[in-house]
């Protein structure tokens, strides 16, 4: 455990859900954890819980510079771990998200992301070690219809990410991937959020399909079977974390391990089908 307190860790989108949880989980193990939030208010309530807080917002590059250089002062310079998990779903059909839109969904899984990870490489690999953990999702590599935007971010990532993963080989950095399915978080309230400010149902040939899908985000409890606690993430950063030889991807619920499987195991046409009837 003594390791453990020597480790600092930075996670992003710690407002609620997962990275609230692994923040509080690490914390608890022995990490020196810092939480960020983009929001001032969510800093505060973090720091209130008795966690190292910082702002982060990951659409602006200034914010994450200054992030990075908070996170370095708190910790000496030395950084083990990296946990990237803020994100939000932008719900809709392909054909009715608008450049912006689109644009807006990946500067925020992807390209902040993207740059705070680059900023912390250098540090990481002075130290001959690190930790670089990306929260995917199931739809990272199983498309789902109405979730282009999500879908298309998380696929860009775990593209990226196997590529980093090569190009980091042998500097002691390891890279690792967490794909979960369903799990309770404010996540279906934030998509809700961000399809009734860019999307126009009345003027979309998906009309129909949207009442169901809006019936579905707005759903009190669990909107789909098979969903868990965000517990069951925090035991694979645990993993990713602390492993001597940590995995490169992260199953989490049953239809993470069971899309995995068919689109191992079936023709493309079959895949489409079953992901249709989801």
């Known amino acids: 455990m003594q390791q453990q307190r020597m480790r600092s860790v930075l996670i992003t989108g710690c407002s609620s859900g997962i990275g609230l949880c692994v923040a509080r989980g690490l914390h608890e193990r022995g990490y020196q954890v810092i939480a960020s939030a983009r929001k001032d208010r969510d800093v505060e309530a973090l720091i209130d819980a008795g966690l190292t807080a910082i702002k982060l917002d990951l659409d602006d590059s200034e914010s994450i510079r200054q992030a990075v250089n908070q996170t370095l002062a708190i910790t000496g310079g030395r950084l083990y771990g990296l946990f990237n998990n803020g994100a939000y779903g932008q719900p809709g059909a392909v054909e009715d998200l608008s450049r912006a839109t689109l644009r807006a969904q990946f500067e925020t899984n992807l390209f902040g992301w993207h740059e705070l990870t680059c900023q912390l490489i250098p540090v990481m690999r002075q130290q001959g070690e690190g930790r670089i953990i990306q929260n995917s999702s199931v739809l ?139």
């Open 140 to 278: 990272g590599f199983a498309a789902l219809a109405y979730r282009g935007a999500y879908n298309a971010s998380k696929f860009a990532l775990e593209g990226l990410t196997d590529t980093l993963r090569a190009e980091l080989r042998g500097t002691g950095i390891h890279i690792s991937l967490i794909e979960p399915g369903p799990i309770e978080s404010q996540f279906r309230a934030n998509a809700y959020a961000m399809w009734k400010q860019h999307i126009d149902p009345s003027n979309s040939f998906h009309k129909t399909a949207y009442q169901a899908m809006e019936e579905r985000l707005t759903k009190q409890g669990p909107a789909v079977p098979f969903t868990l606690p965000p517990e069951s993430v925090l035991k694979r950063v645990i993993h990713a974390l602390e492993s001597p030889r940590p995995k490169i991807r992260y199953y989490v619920t049953f239809p993470t391990y069971l899309f995995g499987t068919l689109k191992r195991l079936l023709p493309f046409r079959a895949m489409d089908w079953i992901l249709s009837r989801v």
